[in-house]
């Protein structure tokens, strides 16, 4: 007589569904593990500047567990509640495994996975806190939990080659032997369909001509993105190609200083409205077609004193669109320095400055860059192998467990 197989329960916490990469990427785990697997996702509420990531929850039919206390900012109170929370749902999930994606849900679900004896325990960690967001001893203080967790955690996954160096040999968070690579994984399909009409769409909300170039950068407005540097970069590349918009897709805490600034420094610019030739700089706040705006750039740039792996960067070059970034945290694991991205050092203005006027004025130089993007992006972040590798990963530490369930 056959038995049904047992599934494999697996618990997925995220810190809050803000828009982003992490989101994106718990999405994809959650809808596309094949049947033997069983997927609830646990998440927080995104903070009010913040866009909402819902909407991509809804079009892959998952319908997420929120947790309203677990904020972004630490608060003792908060924090417990939402551990205690987490605890709850783990004693009726009943998880084989307990996964957690960046830091804030990945210190509460750790602790309550493993003080309520969860097999397996990973942590991903989509970014890290430990150069450029605080001081020395608040750094060593996260540092020193993290160490904490990681012994008592099966796998720490990070999610490229750079990234995993930094976390075992450079910050010793993790022995190299407790850390897997598995890179991110998108459905990229929407930035090679239809460019043509998204291109126009977006060119035509912001009066944007023909023989004009954008610029942008997508992301939240905060200071870890260093959009003082793009801000910079504004009146001399304008200066030298009039041709040139500059785009500042996103909002955030630092939307004000950011606006502050320009004024201060007598950069004109139009908040939400469309560019003119006296103001070659746009603030959008957040657009969420971001297929669109990929489409309707010419250049995609990063300027972050600190990143895991930028998502931005990955979409754009899947719309082929050339990248000028600082050459931190993952972005030399997702693009082709010299083909697909010009690269500079972090604050390095007028390096930075050269490349997009270098770009801007050379259309044949930008086409054949989007062109090695393109190529590259498809074969290395397609979703189908980031839950195909993911998948092998937790059917390995199962196994490293004892635990045979049949599937």
């Known amino acids: 007589m056959s038995t049904t197989p047992e599934k494999i329960r697996v618990l997925r916490i995220i810190n809050r569904f803000n828009l982003g990469g992490p989101t994106f990427n718990v ?10 697997f069983e997927t609830l996702l646990l998440g927080g509420n995104k903070d009010e500047t913040e866009a909402s990531s819902e909407f991509v929850l809804e079009e892959l039919g998952i319908k997420p567990t929120v947790i309203s206390e677990m904020k972004r900012a630490i608060s003792p109170r908060s924090d417990y509640k939402s551990y205690k929370e987490i605890s709850r749902v783990i004693r009726e999930f009943k998880p084989h495994i307990v996964h957690t994606h960046a ?15 969860v097999p397996v325990v990973l942590h991903t960690f989509h970014g890290h806190v430990f150069h450029s ?24 996954i990070a999610i490229s080659q750079i990234q995993a160096d930094e976390l075992s040999l450079v910050h010793k968070i993790a022995d190299p032997s407790k850390v ?52 910079d970069a504004v009146m001399p590349v304008h200066d030298a190609n009039p041709n040139v918009r500059f ?21 004109p610019f139009n908040w939400l409205d469309a560019p003119n030739s006296a103001s070659p700089l746009c603030f959008t706040s957040w657009i969420r077609e971001i297929d669109q705006v990929m489409a309707g750039l010419d250049i995609v740039t990063l300027t972050s004193l600190n990143e895991g792996t930028p998502v931005s960067l990955i979409e754009a070059q899947a719309a082929a669109r050339p990248v000028v970034a600082t050459r931190v945290g993952g972005i030399e694991d ?11 050092g972090i604050n390095d203005q007028s390096i930075f400055n050269e490349s997009l006027i270098k770009l801007s004025t050379n259309n044949l130089k930008r086409t054949a860059m989007g062109k090695i993007g393109q190529v590259h992006v498809s074969e290395q972040f397609s979703y189908h192998r980031s839950v195909s590798d993911m998948q092998a990963l937790y059917h390995q530490l199962l196994k490293e467990k004892n635990i045979d369930l049949h599937v």
């Not at 944007?208 to 959009?227: F, Q, S, T, W, Y």
């Not at 785009?247 to 950069?267: P, V």
């Open 334 to 344: 997702i693009v082709v320095e010299d083909g697909s991205a010009l690269l500079c």
């Open 103 to 117: 830091a804030k849900s990945g210190t509460l679900g750790r602790l309550a996975a493993i003080h309520n004896n």
């Open 27 to 36: 999405a994809y785990l959650t809808r596309y593990m094949d049947d033997r």
């Open 133 to 156: 967001y605080f001081g020395t001893f608040k750094t060593s203080v996260y540092k020193s939990i993290e160490r904490y967790l990681a012994e008592r955690t099966s796998r720490i």
């Open 180 to 231: 897997e690579i598995v890179h991110l994984g998108f459905d990229l399909s929407r930035f090679q369909k239809d460019q043509v009409e998204k291109r126009k769409a977006f060119r035509a909300r912001f009066n944007l001509k023909d023989h004009e170039i954008a610029i942008g950068i997508v992301g939240r407005l905060v200071p870890i993105k260093n959009h003082k540097m793009f801000l």
């Open 247 to 267: 785009f500042i897709i996103g909002d955030g805490e630092s939307r004000d200083a950011l606006l502050d600034y320009c004024k201060k420094t007598n950069i």
